[in-house]
């Protein structure tokens, strides 16, 4: 799951939002149980459930959006000076694709 | 968290993508609990993280057209015949508001 | 480009919808012609340029959204009375595949 | 419509993808006026128009994604060399926010 991308250079996420993002994602698989609570109910109704699922995937985005803005901040405007700016331009459109 | 959308009409989630939803919420929770323990690593690489955070962001996408698909199916063609257009609709617009 | 769709059936557009549609496309008309006159200057900063470019996105997907309400209250909620809720459903789904 | 970022810093678009993006904004424009020409038929199906509105949304997805790589590997990646990190960061936020 992780490491290919870690890095001879040391970029890694700033503890900061790294401790930020433990938070939310800890929230997010509360969330994530409530639902499957919801799923136990047989009369639960579709709407209710997407609500949710729209729910988490906002706050998953927010996650995203933290870790990203992190990432421009500290190692993509520095990328030209490291010398290492084609795979990190590679990585961020590769990222940004689907959004 | 549910039941504000429960209705005496009786619409309910239809038990086989209620069955392939959970199935697939226990995926999501499994994969956020391993982006946890990749946060636990103070070395780790925030495009490493993004990456796994995109990967959930599109199973929940999914478990959210699963349940989309069935809820046109079932209730939205049918909602003239019920009386419930007006209520059917105004919901799944807001739903789709920011997808 | 047109027709295929077109339908024994008779579903239309309705015509307060698609005149709306007539006049916010050809304000999106306008608006593209803007961003082609910017490209003429050779001066022209790569993120003006994204924000002309997102706002014609944005005047895009509010045609979208009006002609999807307009479907859904005239055409989907009565699909099942008509007996094409297959296609109805399909098409739909099609369409939302990557909003 | 233009100007506010134009830039002491001389960032300009790259005059390659400038002729790319006018040339695909052309076909653009072209093809919103299909749609112009589609609105004008009073049988025309809502499901159509939708389809023709997505593909252009699609079009100028991607002027805006070959607009973002130039500037990612041109003025992004060097942005902490200039001196004008802070801008840039805040620049691509906004631009991303809503896709």
């Known amino acids: 799951m992780a490491g290919e991308g870690c890095c001879s250079g ?10 930020d993002a433990r938070r939310r994602l ?9 639902i499957l609570r919801m799923l136990e109910d047989d ?8 609500k949710q699922v729209k729910a988490v995937d906002g706050a998953l985005d927010k996650v995203g959006a933290l870790i990203l803005q992190s990432h421009l901040r500290r190692h993509v405007v ?9 795979r990190i331009v590679d990585e961020l459109l590769e990222l940004l694709k689907y959004r």
Chains 1, 2, 3, 4 share one sequence.
């Open 43 to 50: 009369t639960v109704y579709c709407v209710d459930v997407l």
């Open 78 to 86: 520095t990328a030209h000076e490291r010398g290492d700016e084609d």
């Open 26 to 34: 800890l929230s997010v698989r509360g969330h994530v149980e409530g």
């Open 10 to 19: 040391g970029l890694r996420l700033d503890p900061a939002v790294r401790a």
